[in-house]
């Protein structure tokens, strides 16, 4: 076995490009593992673990660029270096013949120069970067969608209060998802446009609801994320109350929708008074608050009621309908099959927003649940990488994510642990959710069908897709390709939730 290792000064690749590219050099026949990141310290962390941290590595810095390679001999070696060099030497391709490219822009004002009419701008940097990028922004005139994470509360709350002075809004820090004017943002799906206008202080809780409003037959005005701190007291829920203005000025939004983890006390003050100012419908769900609607799916559909005219009321008796269908096949299943030798749900997510959802709905299904993000009377896991008893693990969470990309995005590490819980014997029932979308993983059934062929004749394993037809994933395609790996479909995280919620419970009623 031969490890060796090449370095890149000054040369920087975002962390997506360095995970597709160490994807393809693990593919090359006799390589056992490839890394390819760039030398922060997390990431030489990650390498030390790896055992791929080696001594010319020691010494780069944030801006280097790091190539490790574990393989079976030289010629493997060699082969994978070929192909790094290929992968990541690949230019633009050229203009075309006698057009006149124009200078890529080096900073905002020259971008803004370049292109006439803008008023967003999207910032994606380091974090220590992002704060000052965000100022030249709205120097410029411009709304901000901060992607960014790691900027302080102070530039957050800075750069906040700046914005509204000036009529903009931040959205962000650590804002993954928005639609604005039908236009996909980062993380988000392809729904139509329409009357509902939707507030969120979470990513994949926006991107479910936007996504039930379109496969219930209406459409988006706009989705406006605000970033999950916005609605805690040391910011004020600034963005979030401006988004707010925003909708229920516009014409085009008819039933205003607010998405997000239960806001601190001030900021709930705030909101509240500002709602009983709005004419318009507005539906809040608020995730372990307590209050009604409780679900992404049961506050989507209100919402859609609104719009259509139609009774919200309704909604909740159709939901405990079908929650009472979910607890039928769930016995059903449990009955044709012989029960797994375990006991326990794993729940192993991708998405902050489900994480949170899931434990709402489990939590009067099943006894005591563990999680790393602990909502409610949830308890804390003691080990974040080992699962207890009926768990629910965010994949999302910094811990998981230092060196690698999202797990909505890589499924690499979420994979091992699919496996990991299957060769369980405490395991009982898997749950997975799956985000489909711009920004998310464009082939997970070539991802999981594989991994879903073995572990599904082990244990039950349940997968809620979040997504519509017109995403770049084809949504009922591969729905149907995880169903004949042996998987249980279903098309929200709420459902999903309740059929493996039930499943868990029918489970352990069958040993008794």
């Known amino acids: 076995m031969n490890i060796a290792g090449r370095t890149k000064q000054g040369f920087y690749f975002d962390s997506v490009t360095l995970m597709r590219v160490g994807k393809e050099l693990s593919a090359v026949p006799g390589v056992i593992e490839a890394s390819v990141v760039m030398a922060t310290d997390a990431n030489k962390s990650i390498l030390d673990m790896s055992g791929l941290l080696l001594d010319e590595f020691k010494k780069c810095g944030d801006q280097d660029l790091c190539v490790a390679v574990k393989a079976k001999d030289q010629t493997a070696l060699d082969a994978a270096f070929a192909k790094a060099d290929e992968l990541l030497s690949k230019k633009k391709k050229p203009a075309a013949a006698g057009a006149a490219a124009a200078p890529s822009p080096r900073d905002i004002p020259g971008a803004v120069a370049q292109l006439e009419g803008a008023n967003m701008a999207i910032i994606s940097v380091a974090g220590r970067y992002a704060a000052r990028e965000a100022r030249k922004a709205l120097e410029a005139g411009l709304n901000v969608m901060l992607f960014s994470d790691n900027v302080s509360l102070e530039d957050e709350l800075e750069l906040k209060k700046e914005a509204h002075k000036k009529g903009l809004i931040v959205m962000g820090p650590d804002c993954g998802t928005s639609i604005i004017n039908g236009v996909p943002l980062c993380f988000a799906n392809v729904v139509p446009q329409g009357p509902i206008g939707v507030v969120g202080a ?145 729940g192993l ?108 004749k082990k244990v039950p394993v349940v997968v809620g897709i979040t997504g519509t037809d017109a995403d770049p994933q084809p949504r009922l395609a591969i729905a149907e390709a995880l169903r004949k790996a042996g998987a249980l479909v279903e098309f929200t995280n709420g459902a999903a939730c309740r059929l493996a919620g039930h499943l868990t419970a029918e489970i352990v009623k069958s040993k008794r």
């Not at 690698?404 to 979420?414: C, G, N, W």
């Not at 060769?423 to 489909?436: F, G, Q, Y």
Request: with cysteine.
């Open 202 to 346: 979470s990513g994949t809780g926006t991107q479910e609801v936007t996504c039930v409003v379109a496969n219930a037959g209406s459409g988006i005005s706009q989705a406006i994320g605000t970033g999950g701190r916005d609605v805690k007291d040391s910011i004020g829920g600034i963005s979030f109350l401006d988004a707010l203005d925003a909708l229920a000025a516009d014409d085009a939004t008819k039933v205003i929708l607010l998405v997000s983890k239960p806001p601190q006390p001030g900021v709930m003050k705030k909101i509240d008074a500002r709602i009983k100012k709005i004419k318009k419908p507005v539906v809040k769900v608020l995730l372990g608050s307590g209050e009604a609607p409780k679900t992404l799916e049961h506050a989507a559909l209100m919402a859609v009621a609104y719009a259509k005219g139609e009774d919200p009321a309704a909604v909740g008796p159709a939901q405990e309908l079908r929650n009472a269908e979910l607890a039928a096949l769930a016995q059903k299943i449990v009955s044709r099959k012989k029960a797994p030798q375990g006991r326990y749900l794993r």
């Open 349 to 456: 997510f991708s998405g902050g927003s489900f994480v949170a959802e899931a434990q709402v709905i489990l939590a009067p299904i099943l006894r005591t649940l563990y999680s790393n993000a602990p909502l409610g009377d949830s308890k804390p896991m003691k080990n974040d990488w080992k699962p207890e008893r009926n768990c629910i693990i965010d994949l999302g969470e910094d811990e998981f994510t230092r060196g690698r990309a999202h797990p909505m995005i890589d499924f690499t590490l979420r994979n091992k642990m699919i496996q990991e819980v299957a060769d369980d014997p405490e395991t009982a029932v898997i749950l997975l959710d799956l985000v489909l979308g711009y920004g998310s993983n464009l082939d997970p059934a070539a991802e999981w069908v594989p991994i879903l062929k073995t572990v599904t």
